[in-house]
């Protein structure tokens, strides 16, 4: 099986660290995440501790996609995660992607990038709305996705999980994951709503972020709350709509 792979300058193990961990993938490690599609672990090498993404073998049509026409999952994080911090954005260190291929097309690939400790994500701020210092946090946090914004980075993932959050002092530091669904774009108003339509249903966050969006762009708060609510019960609708499907075909192939 022929793969391919690139390594950034900055990871402390070498190939032969990185073949070893894919190896060994499956029955070592620290598991992180295992939600059925796709593997997190984390593995200690050489005294580093090597964050690993496993993406699942993707369907036959992706298969013929990836080895030929678009980039794999675990290239475009690789990628994605370099350009962040380039642009100021946080992320764990990226350090390598792997990618294996048959003749017949497209198989496994890896994401590797440093183990990152945080104090929470973003779902802490939807789970308890008394958590201490919580607008001051989703304040701040409006602002990071401002910059995002003002850079062109459409993170189609925006949702509670992807962004990890450190406290440092007075302010909180941001760094997304699960970078593989990302576009660069010129946003207008509409896209830049949408963009929070993942994040929370509770009416009282939307109205916060909401409120310091509105200064940052210079619209009435009305606009801003009108929209970012719109996009928000759109999101849910068509995920609800989806769950519904899901469970209706789970249904069919089952009988």
Request: net charge positive; hydrophobic share 30%; proline share 4%.
């Amino acid at each position: 099986m022929k793969f391919k792979n690139q390594i950034d300058q900055k990871s402390p193990i070498n190939h032969d660290d990185f073949l070893q961990i894919i190896e060994n993938f499956e029955t070592t490690g620290e598991i992180l995440d295992d939600r059925g599609r796709n593997k997190v672990k984390y593995f200690t090498v050489k005294e580093h501790e090597i964050n690993t993404k496993s993406f699942k073998i993707p369907n036959f049509i992706n298969k013929i996609a990836y080895k030929f026409i678009r980039k794999s999952k675990a290239q475009r994080s690789f990628e994605h995660a370099n350009f962040l911090l380039k642009n100021g954005i946080g992320t764990p260190i990226p350090y390598a992607y792997y990618e294996f291929s048959s003749p017949f097309g497209f198989n496994k690939s890896y994401y590797f990038s440093k183990q990152f400790t945080f104090d929470f994500s973003y779902h802490k701020l939807v789970d308890e709305p008394d958590y201490p210092d919580h607008e001051n946090i989703l304040r701040q946090f409006t602002q990071f996705t401002f910059k995002l914004h003002e850079n062109g980075i459409y993170f189609k993932d925006h949702s509670p999980g992807n962004t990890l959050i450190v406290k440092n002092g007075e302010l909180y530091n941001f760094y997304l994951i699960d970078l593989n669904r990302m576009d660069f774009i010129t946003y207008d108003f509409d896209s830049r709503m949408k963009n929070f339509s993942r994040l929370t249903t509770q009416k009282e966050m939307i109205r916060v972020m909401s409120d310091e969006y509105a200064k940052l762009i210079n619209k009435p708060f009305e606009i801003v709350y009108s929209k970012m609510l719109e996009e928000t019960n759109n999101f849910q609708k068509k995920y609800i709509r989806r769950t519904k499907l899901k469970k209706w075909y789970s249904g069919i192939k089952k009988q």
